[in-house]
């Protein structure tokens, strides 16, 4: 397998140019305000809503850490209103790549600011609706089934965990994700893959954490190392290329 810095040619009509440029209307699309007048408002209501629950779990907060009020009739943390949930990404039920994972208003709608990050649960339900919609695009264009559950996907991601998960326990994680990732994705599966992807999570110099990605293509042979910080190497110098 080779190491790239440009998007994987995966077929005769599939150029870097063509594919970098479906990239960048992905992240441009992802990023950007959206302009249906039915989804800022449902927006605005939720944004409304998540301001509103913060407002009274921090009045819960306040109260509980005051001395004067211990003792009375206060809620309990464990009485916290619960915010409301804002999305889920592709059911396991009906996906080959999702997870049905749930995100709430608080996680989904409080870091809107690309700058400031965002939390691990929303860039992995991003790259499972990626997927799933790639996988759905795919069928529709060869008809072939390359989305529903136990077909083989074309696309295919793990979590923001993975590699963390795989460095557990002085390495026994490795043995334990292996088995997981075999529920999901067969060995004759990953090798009809045309992408794979892997975030890779890590301390910036800084001390900021950051996130890049690593995409393998099993169909072209090539593994492709995506860093918006322009970092060239995979943080994990534990594992060669062979053991990806």
């Excluded at 923001?160 to 994705?185: A, C, I, P």
């Excluded at 004759?188 to 800084?206: N, T």
Aim: proline share 6%; net charge neutral.
């Amino acid at each position: 397998m080779s190491l790239t810095t440009s998007p994987a040619i995966n077929a005769p009509h599939h150029s870097s140019k063509n594919a970098g440029s479906c990239i960048q209307y992905g992240v441009s699309k992802i990023f950007s305000a959206p302009t249906s007048p039915h989804i800022l408002a449902s927006i605005s209501i939720a944004q409304q809503q998540m301001n509103l629950i913060a407002a009274t779990r921090s009045s819960i907060h306040a109260q509980n850490n005051n001395p004067l009020l211990q003792g009375g009739s206060t809620p309990t943390s464990s009485q916290l209103p619960e915010y409301p949930i804002f999305a889920n990404s592709p059911s396991a039920d009906i996906s080959n790549v999702g997870t049905g994972t749930a995100i709430n208003t608080w996680t989904a709608l409080s870091q809107l600011d690309p700058s400031r990050g965002t939390h691990d649960v929303v860039g992995d339900a991003m790259l499972e609706f990626i997927c799933d919609y790639a996988n759905r695009f795919h069928s529709t264009l060869f008809s072939i089934n390359f989305h529903s559950l136990g077909s083989s996907p074309k696309f295919f991601c793990f979590d923001t965990g993975f590699l963390d998960r795989l460095r557990e326990d002085g390495g026994h994680g490795l043995e334990r994700e292996l088995q997981r990732m075999g529920e999901r994705l067969s060995r004759e599966g990953f090798w009809r893959l045309r992408y794979l992807f892997i975030p890779v999570r890590f301390l910036l110099a800084q001390g900021k954490a950051h996130v890049a990605l690593c995409t393998i293509s099993p169909e072209a042979r090539t593994v492709d190392y995506l860093c918006s910080c322009g970092v060239s190497i995979l943080p994990y110098p534990s594992y060669s290329l062979d053991s990806l």
